[in-house]
T-cell receptor, first 113, second 112 residues
């Protein structure tokens, strides 16, 4: 079982819809990251959070530490939101693992006009 | 602001050739990382450098070497390229553990 699981793997939506992408993890963490990767493009950090909720424009990220679960929401989705969204965690293992990120496999979002 | 700069962006190698992927960051970050991204596998850590002067193996280090040349630069070397090393390679940096990560644009490497 992967230590970071994302769902769904693929998601197709119509422009304007509310989108939710989920991330569950099975290790102790100090922070969770949401990243965005457009097709053929680089990777951009959207959020880093260790508790509660963060909002940036139409994007909202929440985390429930007790349930080891995070969600990324996109309100009023737009075709330019089409991308792969990746969840990653900073682990609290001792030693070297503290410097590493463990990644989910990503969710491919397609927003149709 | 340049952020994290990787060179080259694209490369085709023949099996057995060697090459070095370059990565530089201008954000005064301590930690730097090399990942490979393959379809269906997600990002996997090849090597990382927690701070200048240190390097450590990640999940998939075989066939690679790294050099943390100074605080800004972290290079990845393929001594004898193999088709299994065909991938997209990303360099990343952050201030230290538990801080936001910044990624380069990636290097698309094909080994034939």
């Amino acid at each position: 079982k992967n230590e970071v699981e994302q769902s769904p793997q693929n998601l197709t939506a119509q422009e304007g819809e509310f989108i939710t992408i989920n991330c569950s993890y099975s290790v102790g963490i100090s922070a969770l990251h949401w990243l965005q990767q457009h097709p053929g493009g680089g990777i951009v950090s959207l959020f880093m959070l260790s508790s509660g909720k963060k909002k940036h424009g139409r994007l909202i990220a929440t985390i429930n530490i007790q349930e080891k679960h995070s969600s990324l929401h996109i309100t009023a989705s737009h075709p330019r939101d089409s991308a792969v969204y990746i969840c990653a965690v900073s682990r609290t293992d001792s030693g070297g693992s503290n410097y590493k990120l463990t990644f989910g496999k990503g969710t491919l979002l397609t927003v149709n006009p | 602001n340049a952020g994290v700069t990787q060179t080259p962006k694209f490369q085709v190698l023949k099996t057995g050739q060697s090459m070095t992927l370059q990565c530089a960051q201008d954000m005064n970050h301590n930690s730097m990382y090399w990942y490979r991204q393959d379809p269906g596998m997600g990002l996997r850590l090849i090597y990382y450098s927690a701070s200048e002067g240190t390097t450590d193996k990640g999940e998939v280090p075989n066939g690679y070497n790294v050099s943390r040349l100074n605080k800004r630069e972290f290079s990845l070397r393929l001594e004898s390229a193999a088709p299994s090393q065909t991938s997209v390679y990303f360099c990343a940096s952050r201030v230290t553990r538990n801080t936001e990560a910044f990624f380069g644009q990636g290097t698309r490497l094909t080994v034939v």
